[in-house]
């Protein structure tokens, strides 16, 4: 599969002179497209580049497990099917509360920890008060939802009604030393990103020193997916401790990785249910090779499949995708066969199985998922891959162990 420079600036985040400066350089090698001899980039090339833009390759080194020096404690809002919570656990955080209204994540809470203080249910009515200075971390992937702003005067009130605001309003009944909202990334530029302006002086008058948001890539934290995710953190003024993000590990791992025995699991990923394609769309996939999509198949299919987004702008690489086994999987979405985010599997031409979707997000094969099919690949979908959550766990971690040596 092949990258316009515009596409390939999209895909890493950099602007496109950016692309061309290091192809100047020879960090990239462009090929050229015969119809228009445009410069085209190929995706493992593309791969390559995006790390190393993150981290210098020389001194990535493997992270080591940081044990934690005493018990800390956390509230998890907004628990979802637990990818954050499984992974802060694995990293050495004790859960004693979790929040969540979707019944069907609660049954799959329930059955992979009967252990965990889950409360089902609307977050509005619960009092957080009794937890006052007894836990150590606020997370929740609060729902991105906008409110309005009162000019430069916008605070905590005008949140109301939002699930920010009860994330904002569990904080100050519990004041942690420490706070982690995770989101999507295009926050960061909702409304010219005074959204996230907005928010970030809302946490910062409940008494926190906001760190620098930043966006995670998954696949530089043993995720094998393509996944970002905008971090908030914030710590308690004058508490001294000192949060750094998680260093970008020194290895990319693949689809290969994810669904066959080898780096990350130690065996093949289990047979599961999955969903299947409509007997035109099976044939239309068929066409398409590993790691391509619609942009191979001959023009008269193309305009068959695509109809009026055949004459739009922009690259559409989601659609008729069939993700290769040497590339990460494209960022996973709550349903693998619809039109516009396809997820073919790299051999069969069918969508990506409910057990490989959670390969994808790191979800061990023992976690079990409740509800229907499609419950279940929306759980999936909407989850923080467990191993960026151990990583974030790790640097939680480490900046509350350094706080609790100064003070032994």
């Known amino acids: 599969m092949h990258y316009t420079v515009s596409e390939a600036a999209k895909k890493l985040g950099v602007c496109s002179e950016t692309i061309r400066r290091w192809d100047n350089e020879n960090k990239l090698t462009a090929t050229r497209n015969p119809m228009n001899n445009y410069r085209v980039y190929k995706e ?42 499984l992974g802060l656990e694995q990293a050495g955080i004790e859960h004693v509360l979790l929040n969540e209204i979707d019944k069907y994540a609660c049954e799959t809470l329930r059955i992979n920890r009967p252990n965990w203080n889950l409360v089902e249910g609307d977050i509005v009515p619960l009092d957080f008060t009794p937890y006052l200075g007894k836990v150590d971390i606020v997370t929740g992937g609060f729902p991105c939802q906008t409110f309005s702003y009162a000019g430069k005067k916008a605070g905590f009130e005008d949140a109301r009604g939002t699930m920010f605001y009860e994330f904002a309003r569990c904080i100050k009944e519990t004041e942690p030393q420490i ?62 401790i000192k949060f750094e993000y998680p260093m970008p590990q020194p290895h990319i791992y693949t689809l290969n990785d994810a669904l066959k025995k080898g780096r990350l699991f130690k065996s093949d ?12 769309k099976k044939e239309i996939l068929d066409m398409v090779s590993p790691g391509g999509c619609w942009r191979d198949l001959p023009v008269d299919i193309q305009k068959e499949y695509m109809l009026k987004s055949f004459y739009l702008g922009g690259g559409k690489t989601g659609m008729a995708r069939r993700i290769s086994w040497d590339e990460p999987s494209l960022t996973l979405t709550c349903a693998p066969a619809q039109k516009q985010t396809e997820r073919c599997h790299p051999e069969e031409t069918r969508p990506l199985q409910v ?31 467990v191993n960026l959550a151990y990583f974030i766990g790790q640097a939680v971690v480490k900046a509350l162990n350094e706080v609790s040596r100064d003070s032994s």
């Open 179 to 240: 706070f982690i909202g995770e989101n999507v990334r295009v926050l960061l530029n909702h409304d010219g990103g005074n959204t996230l302006k907005t928010r970030i002086r809302i946490l910062e008058d409940r008494g926190y020193d906001v760190i620098k948001p930043q966006v995670l890539r998954a696949i530089h934290y043993k995720v094998p997916q393509k996944r970002e995710r905008l971090l908030i953190v914030g710590v308690k003024k004058g508490s001294g």
């Open 44 to 85: 493992e090339d593309l791969n390559k580049v995006s790390f190393l833009n993150v981290v210098n390759s020389n001194d990535a080194e493997e992270h080591q497990h940081i044990e934690p020096r005493r018990r800390y404690t956390s509230i998890e809002l907004f628990a979802g099917t637990g990818g954050l919570a």
């Open 355 to 385: 057990r490989e979707y959670a390969r994808i997000q790191t979800f061990p094969d023992t976690w079990v998922f409740s509800g229907s099919m499609n419950q279940q690949y929306k759980q999936i979908g909407n989850a923080v891959p």
């Open 269 to 280: 990923v289990p047979v599961s249910t999955g969903q299947s394609y409509p007997k035109r």
